[in-house]
Antibody
Framework: ARLVESGGGLVQPGGSLRLSCSGF????????MHWVRQTPGKGLEYVSG????????IYSDSVKGRFTVSRDNYRNILDLQMSNLRVEDTALYHC?????????????WGQGTLVTVSS | EIVLTQSPGTQSSFPGERATLSCRAS???????LAWYQQRPGQAPRLLIY???RRATGIPDKFRGSGSGTDFTLTINRLESEDFAIYYC?????????FGQGTKVEIK
């Protein structure tokens, strides 16, 4: 099983970016999925999550109203649409799988895709 | 929101020694939802411990989690080169999930 992120890059403050994550060799549609970002100074920070059917989504206060998470269980893809980006959104963004069930730990992590917000 | 504070920030130890890492919650939490992750340089985090003391698949018994309420501990026995890494605790029993800031275990 593995997760592969894509879509990172350099963007100016106020700009937008769409991250994608593909899941391979596991039952993607059986897992809640999440995004967690990482910076050298702040460590791991929870960003967003979406339940199996996609009808419930969670956002941290720092990204609420600017980021939108979605999923496509037919193509095994998790997306994160990021808008109105800020310098402080600069981070390595990991796609993360939650163990099967509810309120479970994160048992599979992608290597991450780097987002740099700078003018 | 539950805040997790890890200490020390950096733990310097010799190979073969034991390391004891702390994770303190800002309020009492259910240990059924407390996890520890290891992140080696250049790698993604991996799950070590869940439910405060249960080892994830493939994790050797040199890693031991313990604690309850507000105080949780990860003990690493007989440190080997591959154990020198950053360790994070996480509470996944509420939304949004929260992480501690991490403890770096480095070679002395």
């Amino acid at each position: 099983a593995r997760l592969v992120e894509s879509g990172g890059g350099l963007v100016q403050p106020g700009g937008s970016l769409r991250l994608s994550c593909s899941g391979f060799e596991f039952a993607f549609s059986s897992h809640h999925m999440h995004w967690v970002r990482q910076t050298p100074g702040k460590g791991l920070e929870y960003v967003s999550g979406i339940v199996i059917r996609g009808d419930n989504r969670i956002y941290s206060d720092s990204v609420k109203g600017r980021f939108t998470v979605s999923r496509d269980n037919y193509r095994n893809i998790l997306d994160l649409q990021m808008s109105n980006l800020r310098v402080e959104d600069t981070a390595l963004y990991h796609c993360v799988r939650e163990e099967v069930g509810n309120w479970k730990p994160f048992d599979l992590w992608g290597q991450g895709t780097l987002v740099t917000v700078s003018s | 929101e539950i805040v997790l504070t890890q200490s020390p920030g950096t733990q310097s130890s010799f190979p073969g020694e034991r390391a004891t890492l702390s994770c303190r919650a800002s309020q009492s939490v259910n240990g059924d939802y407390l996890a520890w992750y290891q992140q080696r340089p250049g790698q993604a985090p991996r799950l070590l411990i869940y439910g405060a003391f249960r080892r994830a698949t493939g994790i050797p018994d040199k890693f031991r989690g313990s604690g309850s309420g507000t105080d949780f501990t990860l003990t690493i026995n007989r440190l080997e080169s591959e154990d020198f890494a950053i360790y994070y605790c996480q509470y996944y029993g509420s939304s949004p999930q929260t992480f501690g800031q991490g403890t770096k275990v480095e070679i002395k």
